[in-house]
């Protein structure tokens, strides 16, 4: 038994010198620690590929400094050595420098490094080819070239067949469109265990390229996210069925069905397919993913009924610990999910969720996020008591009802919480939020919800994000929020909050605070300089807008991009923006407001601004050349001031991506500019109500977007605030539209857009001095919905070319010295719903159609040679319509024979008629079934023709 001992003994210690020293030398060698940690030193050709590769680097930030500064490159940054007993020497086995802002181009120089093991040059700048020499590091068992933004890139994966040894391979963002036999590659490697090849262009894969050849057995990670790859992957895909763990394929073309093969995946705990195209629902194979931990179908066509999805999940009832469905069409009510024991995270937005929460969900511990929003659930607010580990509730954009229960005071490990866009009322007191010390985002925004705490209540959180838009907050300012010091969102819009705005309020949250929106209420009173009162670097946002604020604009801070201040009574000059000379302004709207003066050349720092809105001032004076650097302008709104001069030609010129140019209601004279014609971008076009004379420009050809019938918004401008609002591994963000407001005369009215602003498209030149005849490339313009040249003194015919502005909806020629016939193309124009020719010096008959019959008289008056209807005098030619003189005897008779006779026929005819098809239907199935089917088809006409003229409009 001794000798038996002994000899167990023995092998155990060789077991210990032979696998665990090595790699505890190797950790000693890294950490200079041991007795040979001062002896080391590397290899002087493997130190001199590090220097040379070290001379072709871009180290801004010095990351690499320590390299040469010793003569052991085995203590450099980011180098580990091997260390072998009773040598002097070793090999550099390991580089690591992986997020270092590293630059330049990989020099052939690395590749000295033979008994490289380990290579991570990931997150870097490096850009240029992969060198091929690559396959001589035949040690290599893990490469990571990922995430290198700057343009890596490979036209074959051929040099990875000699690197028999790799099991970890990260090329993502590689740009690899050329590599067409990259999948036969990568089946090359049996000993892969993870591979990442996300958004690299990847070309798709082809059948033979699915041929198992050498194929790993121990393949468990796959990412092949975003690379615009076809269903055609699968096949090479379910080579390494057995084996793989974690299968990522989101942001791809991936069309059809889910495969039932991924529910045969026994290994199978990760998959994601999100954002791709996949329709139905889940493959009843899923059942059997005992091991599956998370889904995520994000952004596909899902139509599944939600309960029938859960059920075939059924096998991951003891595993699934995430799941995202989000933006799909899966429907019914909520189900009872607490099956899923172990679930954590669930995220159900956007979808055609309907029904009210079960009211008899028992307790359901493991959930930390749940998120809901954007779905049609209804009844009254749940009872969160049974999420006790809550950390993550979203429920906005429901129509949940009545008033929220106190039970959301109970969840004490509650951060994110939203019910906005509900139909919640009542009130919110000190109680609900009574153990919420770890919140930090809250949104109540629109629900008719009114607060009720006291004037020395102090909450238990400190939030972040505090969205209360379209709540009852006032009148008075909420004197809770000066213990609120961390929060950089703050939204108490339309809160009928009155008043000054406390002066502690703008030493709040210092250098924290980025998004303050005080707009539709009545706060009145002066703002303080804002330039010193918020000191942040980082505040973009301000919509101060429909309030009464008064004197002038203050200062405001260097790092705003979006000011909005309009519908307020502000005076004085434009002054205050020359003291901002950071140029971050990316949109200004101060319109509605008593401003005058002339408008500042220093406008031209802002070289980021796109929309300008300074309607509805006292403004004068000509606009000054320095707005024509303004490139990026795409809305500029200036009607309703007292600017004179020419139209500058440079606004054609210089400032093409103008989308919306109104200058209506000013002092403008003279022609207007042919340079206007280069603004292939414009959509809506208002020279209306001033001075100009001389011929419309024969060039409207050129505006690109009139001549096209789309239906897309050019004037929303996005941009997204990461605020922090993280939910579970989502990174959620502010959605921030820069939408202006703007009033448009449409169909004789005048009406005000906003939101829809840039999906009309509109020239009105109205009420000026033009003269001369409309040019006939006007009626090129097929995309346009409203043309409007009334109120000036144009002469000719109506082009005939008007017919082919097919999406127009609303034309005014009136008040002109229009003459000649109403061209018969008009006729032709479905759409159109306002139509005025008056006064003018038309003549001969209205062209016949059921669209141009339909106007009042009034849309043709004023053309005394104008006849037909619907105006009273008639043609000549027309037959006369006399009344025929008859026998009074014969009249009495013949209305005699109809109240007996024609009666009776008509009682009988009804019997018969009504029984000979009712009786048919009724009893004859076939006759029954195309009859429904008849009436289906109906009802889908008429139901496809109103989506589709609610679309248009």
């Known amino acids: 038994m001794l000798i038996s001992t002994g000899k167990s003994s023995m092998k155990l210690l060789h ?104 290579l991570n040059l990931s997150g870097n700048d490096f850009y240029g080819p992969i060198p091929h020499q690559f396959s001589n590091l035949s040690y290599l068992r893990h490469l990571d070239l990922g995430e290198n933004i700057f343009g890596l890139y490979s036209e074959n994966l051929e040099w990875l067949s000699r690197l028999p040894l790799l099991s970890h391979l990260d090329l993502s963002r590689v740009e690899l469109s050329k590599a067409t036999g990259w999948a036969q590659s990568i089946s090359n490697l049996p000993l892969l265990k993870e591979l990442h090849l996300s958004d690299c262009s990847l070309p798709c894969v082809t059948h033979s390229s699915s041929i198992r050849s050498n194929s790993s057995v121990s393949l468990s990670v796959v990412d092949l996210s975003y690379n615009s790859l076809s269903s055609s992957i699968y096949n090479w895909l379910f080579n390494f069925s057995s084996s793989l763990a974690y299968i990522d394929l989101g942001g791809n073309e991936l069309k059809g069905s889910i495969p039932d093969a991924f529910g045969d995946m026994v290994s199978l705990t990760n998959l994601s397919l999100r954002q791709n195209q996949i329709e139905g629902g889940l493959p009843k194979s899923f059942a059997n993913s005992s091991h599956l931990q998370s889904l995520d179908l994000l952004g596909n066509n899902l139509t599944e009924e939600l309960h029938e999805f859960l059920q ?150 400190q939030l972040s994000v505090i969205m209360f838009s379209s709540c009852k907050l006032g009148p008075r300012f909420p004197k809770w929020l000066r213990t609120q010091n961390k929060f950089s969102v703050l939204d108490m819009s339309s809160n009928g909050i009155a008043g000054n705005i406390p002066s502690w309020f703008w030493d709040l949250s210092p250098g924290i605070l980025r998004y303050l929106d005080l707009s539709h209420n009545q706060i009145n009173g002066l703002l303080p300089d804002l330039s010193l009162k918020v000191q942040s670097h980082m505040l973009p946002w301000i919509d101060l807008s429909y309030n009464l604020l008064t004197g002038p604009v203050p200062l405001i801070p260097p790092s705003l991009s979006y000011l909005k201040l309009s519908k307020n009574n502000f005076k004085g000059s434009l002054d205050f923006l020359c003291e901002n000379t950071s140029g971050s302004l990316v949109y200004l709207d101060l319109s509605n407001n008593q401003l005058s003066g002339e408008l500042p050349y220093c406008l031209s720092h802002f070289k980021r601004l796109s929309i300008i809105n300074l309607a509805y001032n006292n403004l004068y004076g000509e606009i000054p050349i320095s707005i024509g650097s303004l490139s990026q302008v795409r809305i500029l709104n200036l009607r309703s001031n007292n600017l004179s001069g020419e139209v500058p030609a440079w606004l054609g010129t210089n400032l093409t991506s103008l989308t919306v140019l109104i200058l209506r209601s000013n002092e403008f004279n003279r022609s207007i500019p042919r340079q206007l014609c280069q603004l292939n971008r414009i959509h809506i076009l208002d020279l209306s109500q001033n001075h100009l004379s001389g011929n419309i420009p024969p060039c409207f050809s050129n505006f690109t977007s009139l001549v096209e019938r789309n239906h897309y918004d050019v004037t929303r401008l996005t941009t997204y605030y990461n605020y922090g609002r993280y939910v579970g591994d989502e990174s959620m963000y502010m959605d921030s539209k820069y939408e202006t407001n703007a009033v448009l005369q449409w169909k004789g009215q005048d009406q005000e857009y906003g939101k829809n602003l840039g999906l009309l498209k509109t020239i009105d030149l109205s009420s000026n001095k033009l003269s001369g005849k409309i040019p006939e490339q006007v009626g090129s313009l097929a995309g346009l919905h409203s043309l409007n040249l009334s109120r000036n003194t144009l002469t000719g015919k109506i082009i005939q070319e008007i017919g082919q502005m ?148």
């Not at 954009?397 to 969840?411: E, V």
């Open 15 to 118: 077991v210990f010198l032979l696998v665990v020293l090595p790699y505890l030398n190797l950790a000693l060698s890294s950490s200079g620690v041991g007795d040979h940690a001062e002896t080391i030193k590397c290899i002087e050709r493997e130190r001199q590929a590090l220097l040379n590769f070290k001379q072709d680097l871009i180290d801004d930030f010095g990351y690499l400094s320590s390299w040469g500064s010793t003569k052991d490159c085995c203590k450099w940054e980011g180098v580990h050595c091997s260390n072998h007993i009773n040598t002097t020497t070793s090999h550099v086995t390991m580089l690591d420098l992986h997020d270092n802002a590293l630059g330049g181009k990989i020099s052939p120089s690395l590749l000295e490094l033979y008994h490289l093991r380990y």
């Open 312 to 461: 075939k999940l059924s096998g991951a009832k003891n595993s699934l610990d995430r799941l995202v469905l989000v933006d799909n069409r899966l429907k019914g009510p909520l189900p009872d999910f607490t099956r899923f024991s172990l679930l954590r995270a669930l995220y159900l937005d956007n979808n055609s969720l309907s029904g009210s929460f079960p009211k008899d969900i028992g307790s359901f511990p493991s959930l930390v996020y749940l998120s809901l929003s954007g779905n049609q659930i209804t009844g009254s607010f749940p009872n969160l008591s049974v999420f006790p580990s809550l950390q993550t509730l979203d429920l906005e954009n429901n129509q949940l009802n009545g008033t929220i229960d106190r039970s959301i005071g109970q969840l004490h490990k509650i951060k994110i919480f939203s019910c906005a866009f509900n139909l919640l009322n009542g009130t919110i007191s000190e109680a609900h939020f009574s153990n919420l010390s770890s919140l930090w985002y809250l949104d109540f925004s629109n629900n008719a919800l009114t607060f009720n705490f006291s004037s020395n209540w102090v909450p238990p959180f």
């Open 806 to 953: 097919k999406m127009l909806e609303s034309l005014d020629l009136s008040a002109n010295k229009l003459s000649g016939e109403i061209p018969g193309s008009l006729a032709h124009l479905n759409f159109l719903s306002v139509l005025n020719l008056s006064s003018n010096n038309l003549s001969g008959e209205i062209p016949l159609s059921t669209q141009l019959q339909s106007f009042n008289a009034s849309a043709y008056s004023g053309n005394p040679d104008l006849c037909g209807l619907p105006l009273p005098n008639k043609c000549l030619g027309d037959p006369p319509i006399t009344p025929q003189p008859e026998d009074k005897s014969i009249q009495d008779n013949e209305d005699r024979s109809i109240t007996q006779g024609f009666y009776v026929s008509m009682g009988l005819g009804f019997f018969f008629g009504f029984w000979g098809v009712f009786g048919t239907i009724l009893f004859n199935s076939r006759s029954r079934h195309a009859f429904f089917m008849f009436l289906n088809h109906i009802t889908d006409w008429i139901y496809v023709t109103i989506a589709l003229n609610s679309a248009r409009l």
